[in-house]
């Protein structure tokens, strides 16, 4: 399952490393994508919408919604 998502105060390549640490640690096997241009993150594995919501949140970013 792929899923989207829209996500703010993402200003750098830092934090494009951050957000994909912060999944891949709550969603082990999971394929992170980062569009820092569009602020998206995709998440493509066995992750549920909580987790990465909240793992997003955990590496101190907002995320607006699902994309």
Do not use: H, W
């Not at 998502?5 to 969603?27: E, F, I, K, P």
């Not at 992750?47 to 699902?66: M, S």
Request: with cysteine.
């Amino acid at each position: 399952m792929k899923s989207t998502y829209d996500v703010g105060g993402m200003t750098c390549q830092g934090c494009v490393n951050a957000v994909t640490r912060a999944l891949t640690r709550a969603v082990p096997g999971a394929k992170v994508a980062v569009d820092l241009a569009q602020g998206k993150v995709s998440v493509e594995g066995q992750a549920d919408d909580k987790t990465v919501r909240q793992a997003i949140v955990d590496a101190g970013y907002e995320v607006k919604g699902a994309a």
